[in-house]
């Protein structure tokens, strides 16, 4: 390819609504081009990192034994009803009408079709294992799209979908998926971490993400320096307490904080340490009564360490709020404990609660809370002596690093990651929905064992650009670089000298099917090499008319700090040799 063909369009400043370093980068490149909130053009030399992401997927998708389909973007909302999905993703599902008033989805992701198709064309146990796969263009309809690529409302995913006869060959379905799905990642060239997940709106009860680490992602990654555990921070567990509860040492007193809020204004008040203080955070829940009606809103109140935070889909699990909860009012919150937030507490209340203590607390001992009175709180709080054993403990909060690994072989690290991929066994969430069956060895019908299986095909670059880059510009990895290889010739208008080497050169490679581009746009090579620099292609050779009477041209990787000098009858298997490191 010469750049006089291509379409090479940068920007020497990002515009000002681009906030994360892939969303600036990628405009200033002219990867990307915004259309709308969240839709964006792929310029073709971002499209370029697409397919090259898209072939590294189909290859290994296929190397796996997943088959690939199309389904639609526009989808019947008759299927999204049969999940109840139609309704429950709420205002991310684009819904429209046809001109007849026919309800219809942008598809966001297409279990409901896959499931229509298996039950419509897998009939027998002897046409599985299936696993059917797409790449696919999908929209969700994000309150807030911003940073790009990163949280866009239109993006291209690649989804798959298996189908077993079993739960145990669901499994091996999904195994196989998650190797996969590793081998995809190494090819990417990029450092990333496999971390179990929660599986969230999807369902099901086995799930990995797979996280490219930097520095900027959004995501908190837990594991272990010293053994293989990882996860999210979602699913991470904190390990039960070794210890047990201390003897109380304190008696209870009611000790004024006034303006004093906060656990945190509380310790340095006090001159206690934070992890001595109790938080108390007040849900709610709506029962419904045998009748059918509301039986009226119960509270809970669960304690934390004044240091920790509350994890929302650990306490999604608890039993009595695994069906659901909200945060309670102001006015239920005053009629049960007497007192506006900021100093509640699990004593002195005017109405009964449902406690939940988190596992630290439940073995704490001479502890700090709210006395459910304007500027004061308890402290030498003791369970037994002064307040009865909470109702329900539980591990509510987000683990901190330094916390014990659950699998008890070292202590835990936290980094930031960027989520590009996901894997998850379904089970039978959507064909008992769906009714999707087929016929088992004794003649009998069965549903399907699912997983599914998604990348983000478009985020990815964005992450891969988070992880790799510096104040110039884009550091690709060689495998999804738009370029792999950039020649630079240097006065190749005014020298035949240079021209010629330059396209002798050029050819050698692409018939080497090396990924290489002829910079022959005639740019001064500051602006030249600035804007290679800012794409991001690894690798670049400068040619000249000095250099070559010398017999040598130039070798820069993108990382490197200096160039370096080869002779012109080598620079070829030079090249190579670089490629193949």
Excluded at 107 to 118: C, F, K, L, R, Y
Excluded at 121 to 132: G, I
Excluded at 352 to 380: F, K, S, Y
Excluded at 384 to 408: K, M, Y
Aim: aromatic share 8%; with cysteine; hydrophobic share 40%.
């Amino acid at each position: 390819m010469k750049a006089s063909q291509f379409f090479v369009s940068t920007l020497k400043e990002a515009p000002a609504d681009a906030e994360v370093v892939s969303h600036k980068l990628m405009l200033r490149a002219g990867l990307i081009r915004k259309l709308g909130a969240g839709i964006y053009n792929y310029m073709p030399m971002g499209l370029r990192v697409i397919r090259k992401v898209e072939a590294i997927v189909r290859e290994e998708m296929n190397r796996a034994g997943a088959v690939e389909c199309a389904m639609p973007v526009v989808q019947p909302a008759e299927l999204w009803e049969e999940t109840g999905r139609f309704e429950a993703m709420g205002p991310e599902l684009l819904r429209i009408q046809d001109r007849h008033g026919r309800q219809f989805v942008i598809q966001p992701t297409s279990e409901e079709v896959v499931t229509d198709i298996a039950r419509q064309e897998l009939r027998s146990y002897k046409q599985l294992p299936r696993n059917f796969y797409q790449i696919q263009t999908k929209f969700r309809d994000e309150r807030r799209p911003r940073f790009g690529l990163m949280r866009g409302r239109e993006f291209i995913m690649k989804d798959a979908y298996s189908f077993d006869r079993d739960r145990e060959g669901a499994q091996k379905s999904y195994q196989a998926m998650a190797q996969a799905y590793r081998r995809i990642f190494d090819r990417f060239g990029l450092r990333y971490r496999a971390v179990a997940a929660d599986s969230g709106a999807i369902g099901g009860d086995l799930s990995e993400e797979f996280q490219v680490i930097a520095a900027t992602g959004e995501d908190a990654i837990v594991y272990c320096p010293t053994s293989d555990y990882a996860a999210n921070m979602e699913k991470a567990e904190s390990a039960p307490p070794a210890r047990p509860r201390p003897a109380a040492t304190q008696p209870m007193a009611l000790t004024p904080t006034p303006g004093k809020a906060t656990c945190a204004d509380v310790a340095e008040l006090l001159g206690v340490p934070l992890s001595t203080t109790v938080k108390s955070l007040v849900l709610a829940t709506d029962p419904i009564g045998e009748d059918g009606t509301p039986a009226g809103a119960q509270l809970w109140l669960l304690l934390l360490r004044g240091d920790h935070d509350m994890n929302e889909v650990k306490v999604s699990k608890v039993p009595g709020l695994d069906q659901g909860f909200r945060f309670a009012t102001q006015a239920e919150i005053e009629a049960h404990f007497g007192c506006q937030p900021g100093y509640l507490g699990p004593l002195r209340l005017r109405k009964p609660v449902r406690i939940v203590a988190d596992r630290e607390v439940a073995v704490m001992a001479d502890w700090i809370c709210g006395a459910n009175q304007p500027d004061h709180h308890l402290t030498g709080v003791n369970w037994g002596r002064d307040l009865p054993e909470p109702d329900l403990v539980a591990d509510l909060r987000n683990v901190v690093a330094g916390d014990p690994s659950p699998d008890g072989k070292g202590v835990l690290a936290i980094e930031r990651g960027i989520e590009v991929g996901h894997v998850f066994y379904l089970g039978t969430k959507y064909s008992r929905a769906m009714d999707a069956t087929f016929l088992n060895e004794d003649g009998k019908p069965a549903h399907f064992e699912m997983g599914c299986y998604g990348i983000g095909v478009s985020r990815l670059p964005a992450a891969a650009i988070e992880q790799n880059h510096d104040e110039r510009g884009i550091i690709w990895p060689d495998a999804i670089a738009p370029f792999t290889v950039v020649l630079c010739p240097i006065g190749m208008d005014r020298s035949e000298a240079v021209r010629a080497a330059a396209e002798k050169l050029h050819g050698e490679l692409l018939d080497a099917r090396v990924d290489a581009i002829l910079d022959d746009r005639g740019e001064r090579p500051g602006a030249m090499f600035a804007d290679w620099e800012l794409i991001g292609v690894p690798h670049r050779v400068v040619l000249s008319e000095r250099g070559l009477k010398e017999g040598q041209v130039e070798y820069q990787h993108r990382r490197d700090t200096a160039a370096t000098k080869v002779p012109l009858e080598q620079v070829f298997s030079y090249v190579k040799e670089r490629l193949a490191a």
